[in-house]
């Protein structure tokens, strides 16, 4: 099993509406989490840290769910902008970052 | 902001020849790592180095070495390439307060090997 989880995808939403998506982890001995978007044929580039009292940054909401081990990431208003591979990304008391297949998202004009 | 530069963006080798990327970061991070990264793979961790002239396995390091003489400065070297080793290579960095603080990737390079 993986260490972290997360559905490819593609999600096809139209602008304006709400999505949201989920990555799931084995390692409860996880320590910090983070969300990376990656858009096509470039870098992955930091988009928040996910704290335990989950956390907002404008339309981005991230939440941590400890008992059941997962990590949600949810975007109001998606913009045509916000068409991009989002990678959930875990940190699990050694030095290493696993990071997620990544889901892949495209806002529908 | 942070910089972190890679000597090529596409590389195209023969099987069997020598091949070294190169990476650069301008924050003075101490952290640097190696990545490849696939189609239905993701990124996987090839080495890893939280020093000048230290390094540590990832979880893909066969076929591959590095090399740290400068901090700023973090070789990945393919010895003999292999077919299977075409990929995207990713470079990051981060700073001192751990290896799970964020990590500033570089922008690629594209490696073809015929």
């Known amino acids: 099993r993986k260490e972290v989880e997360q559905d490819p995808g593609p999600f096809n939403v139209p602008e304006g509406a709400t999505v949201a998506f989920n990555c799931t982890y084995s390692n409860s001995a996880s320590q910090s989490f983070f969300w990376y978007r990656q858009d096509c044929r470039k870098e992955p580039k930091l988009l928040m840290s996910v704290y335990s009292s989950g956390n907002e940054d404008g339309r981005f909401t991230a939440q941590l769910n400890r008992a059941s081990q997962y990590i949600s990431l949810l975007i109001r208003d998606s913009k045509l902008s916000d068409s991009a591979t989002y990678l959930c990304v875990g940190g699990f008391g050694n030095e290493k970052l696993t990071f997620g297949t990544g889901t892949r998202l495209t806002i529908i004009p | 902001d942070v910089k972190v530069t890679q000597s090529s963006r596409y590389l195209v080798k023969r099987t069997g020849e020598k091949v070294f990327l190169e990476c650069v970061q301008d924050?003075?991070?101490?952290?640097m790592f190696w990545y490849r990264q696939d189609p239905g793979l993701g990124l996987r961790l090839i080495y890893f180095s939280y020093d000048v002239k230290m390094k540590e396995k990832g979880d893909i390091p066969e076929g591959y070495s590095v090399s740290r003489e400068k901090k700023e400065r973090f070789s990945l070297i393919l010895e003999s390439a292999s077919t299977n080793q075409t990929s995207m290579y990713l470079c990051?960095?981060?700073?001192?307060?751990?290896?799970?603080?964020?990590?500033?990737f570089g922008p690629g390079t594209r490696l073809l090997v015929l």
């Open positions: 990051a960095s981060s700073g001192l307060a751990g290896f799970q603080e964020t990590q500033y």
């Open positions: 924050m003075d991070h101490e952290n």
